[in-house]
C-alpha cells in the first residue's frame, strides 16, 4: 500500500497569510492520481483539487495544486476565516487507494 | 447531489454492521460513477472500504475484504455496506461517496457521515 504523509501536524497562521501543504508518497502516484480534500469538524469531507493540479467545481481560485511523482503541494493564497480546517490528501493511482493523515490549519 | 447514511449507531463485538447510504438528486445507475464507503477511526486516517457500480460489480480494500459486502439497489437509489464480526477497532464515522470514473478514484460527494460504537 502507499503510504502519505502529511507535513506539518498542525499549522497556526492568520487570515490573509499565504500557505503550502505538504503531502509526500512512499512511491511515485501513477498518473499523479493525487486529489486534495478539506474538512471541518463534524462535516463531510470537500473535493478541492483532483489528479494533483485541477480544481474541483465550485472551489475558489485561492486553492491550488502541484506536484508529481512523490511530492505534492496543496496552496492557500490568502487565507479565509473558513479555509481553517483540516486538509487530506488521497492516492488513487495504486490499489489500494490510500489517505494522508491530514495537516489541521487553526488560527493563530 | 445528496447522501444521507442511516443504521445503528451501536453494535456489539462479533455482530455484523449494516449500513445504507440513500442517495438523492442523482441516479446511482449513472454510469459514470462508482459509489463508495470510507470509513474514519477516531485518531487515525480515512480509509476506503470499498466501492460499488450499479452493475454489481464490487472492489474491496484487500485489508478488509474478508469481512464487508457492498450492494446496490438502484429501485431505492441506495448502497449498502455490511461488515461482519466487528471489534472495537471497526468504531468509526462511515462516510458514503460518490467516485468519479473508477472503482478508486476521488470522491466528489460525500455523505455527512455517521458513527458506529462497537462496545458490548
Same mark, same amino acid.
Given at each position: 500500500? %502507499? %503510504? !502519505?504523509?502529511?507535513? /506539518?501536524?498542525?499549522?497556526? !497562521?492568520?487570515?490573509?497569510?499565504? %500557505?503550502?501543504?505538504?503531502?509526500? #508518497?512512499?512511491?511515485? %502516484?501513477?498518473?499523479?492520481?493525487? #486529489?486534495?480534500?478539506?474538512?471541518? /469538524?463534524?462535516?463531510? /469531507?470537500? !473535493?478541492?483539487?483532483?489528479?494533483?493540479?485541477?480544481?474541483?467545481?465550485?472551489?475558489?481560485?485561492? @486553492?491550488?495544486?502541484?506536484?508529481?511523482?512523490?511530492? @505534492?503541494?496543496?496552496?492557500?493564497?490568502?487565507?479565509? /476565516?473558513?479555509? @481553517?480546517?483540516?486538509?487530506?490528501?488521497?492516492?488513487?493511482?495504486?490499489?489500494?487507494?490510500? @489517505?494522508?493523515?491530514?495537516?489541521?490549519?487553526?488560527?493563530? | 447531489?445528496?447522501?444521507?447514511?442511516?443504521?445503528?449507531?451501536?453494535?456489539?463485538?462479533?455482530?455484523?454492521?449494516?449500513?445504507?447510504?440513500? +442517495?438523492?438528486?442523482? =441516479?446511482?445507475?449513472?454510469?459514470?460513477?462508482?459509489?463508495?464507503?470510507?470509513?474514519?477511526?477516531?485518531?487515525?486516517?480515512?480509509?476506503?472500504?470499498?466501492?460499488?457500480?450499479?452493475?454489481?460489480?464490487?472492489?474491496?480494500?484487500? =485489508?478488509?475484504?474478508?469481512?464487508? $459486502?457492498?450492494?446496490?439497489?438502484?429501485?431505492?437509489?441506495?448502497? =449498502?455496506?455490511?461488515? $461482519?464480526?466487528?471489534?472495537?477497532?471497526? $468504531?468509526?464515522?462511515?462516510?458514503?461517496?460518490?467516485? +468519479?470514473?473508477?472503482?478508486?478514484?476521488?470522491?466528489?460527494?460525500?455523505?455527512?457521515? $455517521?458513527? +458506529?460504537?462497537?462496545?458490548?
Amino acid at each position: 500500500e %502507499v %503510504v !502519505l504523509t502529511q507535513s /506539518p501536524g498542525t499549522l497556526s !497562521l492568520s487570515p490573509g497569510q499565504r %500557505v503550502t501543504l505538504s503531502c509526500r #508518497a512512499s512511491q511515485s %502516484v501513477n498518473n499523479n492520481y493525487l #486529489a486534495w480534500y478539506q474538512q471541518n /469538524p463534524g462535516q463531510a /469531507p470537500r !473535493l478541492l483539487i483532483y489528479e494533483a493540479s485541477t480544481r474541483a467545481t465550485g472551489i475558489p481560485d485561492r @486553492f491550488s495544486g502541484s506536484g508529481s511523482g512523490t511530492d @505534492f503541494t496543496l496552496t492557500i493564497s490568502r487565507l479565509e /476565516p473558513e479555509d @481553517f480546517a483540516v486538509y487530506y490528501c488521497q492516492q488513487y493511482g495504486w490499489s489500494p487507494q490510500s @489517505f494522508g493523515p491530514g495537516t489541521k490549519l487553526e488560527i493563530k | 447531489l445528496q447522501l444521507q447514511e442511516s443504521g445503528p449507531g451501536l453494535a456489539k463485538p462479533s455482530e455484523t454492521l449494516s449500513l445504507t447510504c440513500t +442517495v438523492s438528486g442523482g =441516479s446511482i445507475s449513472h454510469s459514470d460513477y462508482y459509489w463508495g464507503w470510507i470509513r474514519q477511526s477516531p485518531g487515525k486516517r480515512l480509509e476506503w472500504i470499498g466501492s460499488s457500480y450499479y452493475r454489481g460489480f464490487t472492489y474491496y480494500n484487500p =485489508s478488509l475484504e474478508s469481512r464487508v $459486502t457492498i450492494s446496490v439497489d438502484t429501485s431505492k437509489n441506495q448502497i =449498502s455496506l455490511k461488515l $461482519t464480526s466487528v471489534t472495537a477497532a471497526d $468504531t468509526a464515522v462511515y462516510h458514503c461517496a460518490r467516485i +468519479v470514473g473508477d472503482s478508486e478514484s476521488y470522491f466528489d460527494s460525500w455523505g455527512q457521515g $455517521t458513527l +458506529v460504537t462497537v462496545s458490548s
